[in-house]
């Protein structure tokens, strides 16, 4: 069984920062793993927001190319995600993903609201 829990979300204003975090547990190896960020705003599909590899590579979708930043900590089993120049068209569920080979594991997601 694995657990995958976000927290860090909330109501910020535009411009404003947050960062996001995705603790895991259980029957994994946490660093052979690649881990996502994923992010659904009402009346849209799950979109791929930004993702780093067992590696460390990192692929960011185009619009937040420059304000989001995806990093990862295996000696605490946490994935990151620092959120800077928020946007309302950020506002959204944010949720975590695990992925390796047949293995593809959710967290319940973290609501990111950015408004005035």
């Known amino acids: 069984q694995v657990q995958l829990v976000e927290s860090g979300g909330g109501l910020v204003q535009p411009g404003g920062s947050l960062r996001l975090s995705c603790a895991a547990s259980g029957r994994m190896i946490f660093s052979i793993y690649a881990m996502g960020w994923y992010r659904q705003a009402p009346g849209k599909q799950r979109e791929l927001v930004a993702a780093?590899?067992?590696?460390?590579?990192?692929n960011y979708a185009d619009s937040v190319k420059g304000r989001f930043t995806i990093s990862r900590d295996n000696a605490k089993n946490t994935v990151y995600l620092q959120m800077n120049s928020l946007k309302p068209e950020d506002t959204a569920v944010y949720y975590c993903?695990?992925?390796?080979?047949?293995?593809?594991?959710w967290g319940q997601g973290t609501q990111v609201t950015v408004s005035s």
């Open positions: 993903n695990s992925r390796r080979d047949e293995y593809d594991y």
């Open positions: 780093i590899t067992s590696g460390r590579r990192t």
